[in-house]
């Protein structure tokens, strides 16, 4: 798996996720939302020049033009319901791209922490052949993103994985190498060091579903 990552190089890129990060600003949603989906937007961008491209020629007022185009079959999935804000900005960009939600949380069966990823919910058109782009703007374990993958099998195989998200930990970086193909990449804004006894990433930014959307009841 190719890692790309984003803030290894200094842009604008900085200051949304700095928005993100602090406390005093991330509590308005509406701004928290905005951020998450410009990022996506930007990793959109970066993931783009790694697609393939055709020439098309295209009639202007004054003659014909030969413009290289993108000509992959997308399949944008993000992941509920954090992912959703990070979809919307990759969707911004690849506006002709199909559409997949897929919902993954974490269970907590004995009221410990100690937790399993379910997936429950599936909306997705057919993935063979196709170009998938997987979007969830924390990468923690990593166990979201395989047990998506896995529950993904049943909808066809994709020509090519590339994984979006917005914070990642080494340690999920390092599970998802040992899962997913090698011609598969990942698209992070930036990489933190480690995972708490939680499971959360440290120093991360909190929950990014609780922050999007509000809090949620306990299951």
């Known amino acids: 798996m190719h890692v790309h990552h984003l803030l290894e190089k200094n842009s604008i890129a900085n200051t949304f996720v700095a928005q993100l990060r602090n406390v005093n600003i991330q509590t308005d949603r509406l701004r928290f939302r905005r951020n998450i989906e410009r990022l996506g937007e930007i990793l959109g961008y970066e993931l783009s020049k790694n697609l393939s491209f055709e020439n098309v020629e295209i009639d202007t007022p004054l003659g014909k033009a030969n413009v290289p185009l993108q000509k992959e079959e997308l399949v944008i999935c993000s992941i509920l319901r954090a992912g959703l804000p990070l979809h919307t900005g990759l969707l911004n960009y690849f506006d002709a791209a199909d559409n997949s ?109 609780d922050l999007c959307f509000g809090s949620k009841k306990q299951h």
């Open 101 to 209: 939600f897929i919902s993954a949380y974490r269970h907590h069966p004995n009221n410990d922490e100690e937790f399993e990823i379910l997936v429950e919910y599936l909306a997705s058109p057919s993935l063979e052949g196709k170009t998938l782009i997987l979007a969830d703007p924390m990468l923690a374990t990593g166990r979201s993103f395989v047990n998506v993958l896995q529950a993904l099998e049943q909808m066809g195989k994709p020509k090519q994985i590339h994984l979006v998200s917005v914070i990642a930990a080494k340690e999920g970086i390092e599970y998802l190498q040992s899962f997913c193909p090698e011609n598969s990449h990942l698209w992070v804004a930036t990489i933190d060091e480690k995972l708490d006894e939680k499971g959360y990433i440290v120093p991360g930014l909190g929950d990014a579903g």
